[in-house]
């Protein structure tokens, strides 16, 4: 139903910025819940930032005044704006969406590896 690809993961010192995009097959407008979640070696998988019906925002509050999600529905992509990287946001980084009515109802994208150095 919808096809999730990841850009802007990189390596980065700490208090550096990146930006990651996802960039969506289909048309943002109409999917439930779109954002990000991360996972780190040895660690679940968490939600990093997601966005609700099209603006609702919610983050994790390790995240909390230092990431932005946005969403662009004109390009179908949301970003993450990451400021402040600290080494403890190293992980693989996917776009994440629920299509509730449809079977699967959650998509992901392929992830993108973000490195945050000391």
């Known amino acids: 139903q919808v096809q999730l690809v990841e850009s802007g993961g990189g390596l980065v010192q700490a208090g550096g910025s990146l930006r990651l995009s996802c960039a969506a097959s289909?048309?943002?407008?109409?999917?439930?819940?779109i954002g990000w979640y991360r996972q780190a070696p040895g660690k679940q998988r968490e939600l990093v930032a997601e966005?609700?019906?099209?603006?609702?925002?919610t983050y994790a509050d390790s995240v909390k005044g230092r990431f932005t999600i946005s969403i662009d529905n004109a390009k179908n992509t949301v970003s993450l704006q990451m400021n402040s990287l600290e080494p403890e946001d190293t992980a693989v980084y996917y776009c994440?969406?629920?299509?509730?009515?449809?079977?699967?109802?959650?998509?992901w994208g392929q992830g993108t590896q973000v490195t945050v150095s000391s």
């Open positions: 966005i609700i019906a099209g603006r609702t925002t």
């Open positions: 289909r048309s943002t407008k109409n999917i439930n819940r």
């Open positions: 994440h969406a629920l299509l509730p009515w449809t079977r699967p109802s959650d998509y």
